[in-house]
């Protein structure tokens, strides 16, 4: 079973956008996907159309609580969802005691490897001891980079603090050619702190759009150049984790 | 984990058709009920076709195997009795044989939490073993499939009905009992509940539900496939000749029921199934002769015996073949190619002796043979004449023919030539089939232990009779391959040579097993037993 984080320093970056949409060709493709929402602003279960869990997180934390009655399956086939709890807002409470929280984050997940090809977790932003604890368990981290100086340093101070578990790999998101600071960075990628896959998801209504349609890019605009963007970008991601 | 599923039968003489088109075609009023709404909805004309062998091998590991032809795709659909898929995989082609099955390893359109599909799929190979698949039940229609949606329209559960025919054997249709399954999603069982709640109210079958066998029971076919074996229903104190009439009414009922299969060259136990019911037939004729007029008698013993002679060389090569799998496995590699040309050689002995045979089964002759043999079996009667109970003619005839076996069997040393060997497996035969033919007459089938035994003694003298016969046709292989050619491959025939060797080998180790599988069947218990069962006969 392969575990992969979508994470940012920052909000607003496009994160779960592509956890959704990554998670759908994921399932698409034939594995067995589950999409972790661990964001307490509910997201991903906003677009799945599930609602958001109640209380529980330190339950579910800290391993007292079986996770496969928690699972939701989603409308599409082959993706199951593990809804956000706003309860994670106090996660790092939940986690403080726990000597190795990445350790025991990774013992949480190993009995789901029986069900899923895949775990997708959708992460708050920030930096958290929840975090850390998930991106130890994950082999790569997802960061989206929106084209700024900003973005850039954030994703520096990520990778200073991370260690080498997980790989991180950005890519650049909410690209606005017309923009010429965005233009520049883009075609100038070793300006970030890690080399960038190549795919760049555009500036795109139709990921505005998932909100109305709650729903995958490619259910509502198969073919758009935003569904085309995440395709090539689940190809890179699929390359990567078959290796 | 996986989900639950709800299976609703309605039967095609469903009294209130309305009803049933209500929930079936049009589920929205009972599903509002629930508090859920129908989203959208597909309707597809598809074809479905079970698969089992001839005798209901998957039918009996409580599964049910079908290809499911749907627009341009077919898949090859292994599920619980239900409805509910176990697995689900890809095909090109409809599978002949447990050989043309998805492997294990082939990509599994399985959802999270059924990963025991291919798991499931290899013991239905195992189940199969040699047997063809053959298409048991068509059903042909539409499968309307529907997403159940909550206020927030997201789905909580699938709704799949199926609406269609039954496709006989004589090309006419039958209606099928309509069928909808409710799949409740991971995490939404409440309202799958809430659905099964308001599905409660139309009637439809309850219970164990299994789908296959419904369908079955509407085609009027046996879904556990074809039965070989002997059933004996009279009573113990009926007439002797009830019994016969009614035994040989089922093994006539085999040869014309594995007939087809014979004449197809489907599977080599139709003909495995074939020369058992004749051997059975002769064998209770030969024991009870005095309750048949002579000339029909001759005449019925005698034409079982020309099938007997038609089918023995066919069923030699298959024995043959089935074990040459082995032998190959078995041999060094230097003598591989010899015995890959071996195994082309029996391979086309075996058609030509499949054609003549065919000829045979096809031939005026045996058309009559059957009609006479059906014709005679209806003419049975008692002629008014007095006659044993079927348990005393039983005790009597079993008392006598285990005696004589005992009698062969116990006579057999080390030294003792192959040939009584031969005999001994003949008369265990006799025993066995009476054993298996009127063991129903004895409460609590106390006979079933020394069947056994007996069973064994079979395929130890058995394999002894075929380790001979193949080392006789692999020196008539070699002869014919010398005869051909001056020039044959001296590696095939040194192969051959070895080959030969080994079978020699192997027949050994079976005479020399036959001291320990003997005392076996001889055990005192079992000597008590049959005196105290057919007492005061049995001496």
């Not at chain 2, 789905?155 to 039958?174: I, P």
């Not at chain 2, 066998?213 to 007439?239: F, K, M, N, Q, V």
């Not at chain 2, 299969?261 to 599977?267: E, M, N, P, S």
């Not at chain 2, 040393?413 to 031969?422: I, K, R, Y």
Request: net charge positive.
């Amino acid at each position: 079973m392969e575990c992969i984080a979508l994470y940012s320093m920052k909000g607003g970056v496009g994160k779960t956008a592509a956890a959704v949409n990554l998670a759908h060709l994921a399932a698409k493709d034939g594995r067995r996907v589950l999409l972790w929402d661990l964001d307490p602003q509910a997201a991903s279960t906003f677009y799945l159309r599930v609602e958001p869990a109640r209380g529980g997180a330190k339950g579910l934390l800290r391993g007292k609580r079986d996770l496969d009655p928690l699972i939701r399956a989603s409308d599409y086939e082959g993706l199951h969802l593990l809804p956000a709890r706003f309860s994670f807002r106090n996660a790092d409470a939940a986690l403080a005691d726990s000597e190795a929280p990445a350790r025991r984050f990774r013992q949480l997940v190993k009995p789901l490897s029986d069900d899923y090809d895949l775990i997708v977790f959708d992460c708050a932003p920030g930096f958290s001891m929840l975090s850390e604890s998930v991106l130890g368990a994950c082999r790569y981290a997802f960061v989206p980079v929106i084209p700024t100086p900003l973005s850039i340093r954030a994703l520096a101070m990520v990778c200073d603090n991370l260690g080498k578990r997980p790989r991180i790999r950005p890519f650049f998101s909410m690209v606005d050619r017309r923009k010429l600071m965005h233009r520049d960075i883009v075609d100038a990628p070793e300006q970030l702190a890690r080399k960038p896959l190549a795919t760049a998801i555009p500036y795109a209504s139709q990921v505005e759009q998932m909100g109305s349609y709650r729903a995958p890019i490619n259910t509502f605009a198969g073919g758009s150049t935003a569904d085309r963007a995440f395709a090539a970008l689940w190809a890179e991601v699929r390359e990567l984790t078959d290796r | 984990m996986t989900t639950p599923l709800l299976t609703l039968i309605f039967p095609s003489n469903q009294a209130n058709l309305a009803d049933v088109a209500d929930v079936v075609t049009n589920p929205s009023a009972w599903v509002n009920e629930a508090g859920l709404a129908v989203g959208s909805e597909d309707v597809i004309d598809s074809e479905i076709t079970y698969l089992d062998t001839f005798d209901g091998r998957i039918y009996r590991r409580g599964v049910t195997l079908s290809v499911d032809a749907k627009e341009r795709r077919r898949e090859l659909v292994l599920s619980h009795p239900s409805g509910q898929t176990k697995g689900r995989w890809r095909i090109r082609k409809s599978p002949s044989t447990a050989e043309t099955l998805p492997l294990a390893s082939s990509t599994s359109r399985t959802g999270p939490g059924s990963s025991g599909g291919h798991g499931e799929l290899a013991d239905v190979i195992s189940t199969i073993g040699i047997r063809a698949l053959i298409p048991v039940l068509v059903w042909k229609g539409e499968v309307r499939s529907a997403r159940i949606v909550d206020p927030l329209e997201k789905t909580v559960a699938l709704l799949t009905s199926y609406v269609g025919v039954l496709a006989m054997a004589d090309g006419s249709h039958v209606k099928a009992p309509s069928v909808v399954m409710i799949e409740p999603l991971k995490g939404f069982s409440a309202h799958g509940e809430a659905l099964a709640s308001a599905a409660a109210a139309y009637p439809s079958l309850a219970g164990d539900l299994n789908i296959f066998h419904c369908l079955a029971e509407s085609a009027g076919i046996s879904p556990a496939g074809y039965d070989t074996r002997l059933r004996l229903t009279c009573e113990p104190d009926a007439p002797v000749r009830d019994a016969l009439r009614e035994l040989l009414t089922s093994m006539l009922d085999t040869v014309k029921a594995t007939l087809p299969g014979v004449l197809a060259d489907t599977d080599s136990e139709y003909l495995h199934d074939f020369r058992v019911s004749v051997r059975r037939a002769r064998s209770l004729l030969g024991r009870f002769k005095a309750h048949f007029s002579g000339s029909a008698l001759d005449h019925l013993v005698g034409e079982l015996k020309w099938l007997g002679n038609i089918t023995g060389p066919t069923r030699d090569l298959d024995v043959f073949l089935i074990n040459a799998v082995t032998y190959l496995r078995d041999a060094p590699p230097e003598d591989e190619q010899g015995l890959v040309a071996l195994g082309e050689h029996l391979h086309h002995q075996r058609r030509l002796a499949q054609r003549r045979l065919a000829r045979e089964l096809k031939s005026e002759r045996f058309v009559e043979f059957i009609q006479w043999w059906t014709a005679w079996l209806e003419a049975l009667d008692n002629d008014g004449v007095e006659e044993p109970r079927a348990r005393q003619a039983a005790d009597a005839a079993i008392a006598k023919q285990w005696k004589r076996l005992l009698k062969q069997g116990d006579a057999i040393h080390p030294e003792t030539p192959v040939e009584a060997l031969h005999a001994l497996r003949i008369e265990g035969k006799k025993m066995r089939y009476l054993l298996e033919a009127f063991s129903p007459l004895y409460p609590g089938r106390p006979m079933k232990r020394i069947i056994r035994e007996i069973k064994r003694l079979q395929n130890n003298l058995g394999d002894l009779q075929d380790y001979e016969i193949q080392q006789v046709q692999l020196r008539q292989f070699a002869h014919d391959m010398a005869a051909r050619s001056s020039a044959a491959p001296v590696e095939a025939l040194v192969a051959v040579g070895r080959q030969i060797e080994r079978l020699a080998g192997k027949q050994q180790n079976e005479r020399e097993r036959f001291s320990d599988v003997w005392t076996k069947v001889a055990a005192p218990k079992h000597r008590r037993t049959l005196r105290d069962l057919c007492a005061p006969k049995v001496t």
